[in-house]
Every structure is written in C-alpha cells, then in structure tokens.
C-alpha cells in the first residue's frame, strides 16, 4: 500500500472515531493539527509521512483523558499502523513522536526526533489564537472547571502529573500554558505563525478583564 492510501484509511478510521468528541479534541482538532504539521515540515524539510502519520495519531490516547496513556497510546498505534502495513521503524518513531508530544506543564520537551517538533508546533499553533480559546472553554467546561475567580491566582507546576490533577479555573489555563507556548515552539515557521495567535489571545484577556470588571 503506497503512503497516500495509508492516510486516506487512517483519516477515514480517525473522523469516524473522533466525531463526536466534545473536549476541543476532535477529528477537527486533528485534521488542523495534521494540516499545519505538514505545512511545517514542508517548510522545514522532513519526512512528510512521518510527520503526517503522528500527527494524525497524536491524540489517539489523551493523557487527560486515558489513564497509562503512553502504554495505551503506543498498542493502539501498533495495530492501526501495522493492519495498514507501515514499516517497524516508522512505527516505532510515530510512537516515540506520541509520547512525548504532550505539553504537560512544559517542564522538560523530551521530543528527539525531527518531525516530532513539527507535529508539537502544529499541536501548540492549536492551542493559542481564536481556536485555542474556543478549545479551551470547551474543555474547561466539560472538566468542570470555573470559568473565573480573580482570587485564585495561577499556579506554578513542579511535575507533570501536578499539572495534570490541579486545574483551578479556565483563565488561568492561559497563564499556567497558553501564553507560554509562543516562545516554546521548534520550529522558524512555527514561531511566526504562532506571533498573531498569542497577540489575539492578549486582546481577548484585556477585554475579559474589562467586561468582567464592568469597565466595557
């Protein structure tokens, strides 16, 4: 099976699977994902199937949502990729890719492999901007989290499973990683496109604090 068919059967299984999904990490979600990595790598210079293959698979087992997500996310990863025929070192690096896409406090990015830098850039371009708001209410909402208290300040995180268990409310989300993730891309290309995600979400923070404070 050549490389095209490989994704066209991997994208039809993955917004089959992810449709309904209502956290901000849907089939949607992935195929911007899928869609800036390439653009990135294209940029850059890498193996498209590669950076194509783990970007569409990045999500395949959330951490936030699946519990011994690097062990589920890799056997998951192992069987769809190898019923499509894709090779064992791809494998291996799709899941190597996975594993160490997540931001998880942003405390060590352990990623090694080249076109694992493009699919983290493409996954954090998603966060920030317009997009990243929107996602970030939704998963604040379903997580059950407050949307605001100005008395809770955000927190400082030593470990990624602290970042993991202590979310107080949504706009300290945006301290606590969002507006963190600018200055924590790759990539050139990455950098530039995310320069007008963080901007927007600067202007919406200003004009939150405005209308909350009954000042607009």
């Known amino acids: 099976m050549d490389n095209s068919n490989v994704i066209s059967q991997l ?36 193996d498209l199937f590669l950076t194509e293959l783990a970007a569409l698979l990045h999500d395949i087992a959330d951490h936030k949502f699946v519990e011994n997500a690097d062990e589920v996310a890799a056997q998951r990863i192992k069987t769809i990729l190898k019923n499509l025929k894709v090779g064992e070192k791809t494998i291996s690096d799709v899941i190597e890719i ?40 939704a998963y604040g909402g379903k997580a059950g989290s407050l949307l605001y208290h100005p008395e809770i300040k955000p927190a400082q995180f030593k470990s990624a499973e602290e970042y993991r268990k202590n979310r107080t409310h949504t706009v300290n989300h945006f301290y606590e990683k969002l507006l963190l993730l600018k200055d924590k891309m790759n990539t050139a290309t990455g950098k530039k496109m995310a320069e007008e995600r963080h901007q927007f979400m600067q202007q919406f923070l200003d004009q939150f604090y405005a209308e909350w404070n009954a000042l607009s």
């Open 11 to 46: 994208v039809h299984q993955l917004k089959a699977e992810f449709a309904n999904e209502s956290t901000g990490h849907d089939w949607f979600h992935i195929e911007r994902v899928w869609k800036n990595a390439r653009h990135i790598c294209k940029q850059e210079g890498g």
């Open 98 to 137: 996975v594993k160490y896409n997540s931001f998880k406090g942003g405390l060590d990015n352990k990623m090694k492999i080249r076109e694992g830098f493009f699919v983290q850039d493409a996954d954090r371009l998603d966060a920030i901007g317009a997009i990243g708001i929107a996602r970030t209410f």
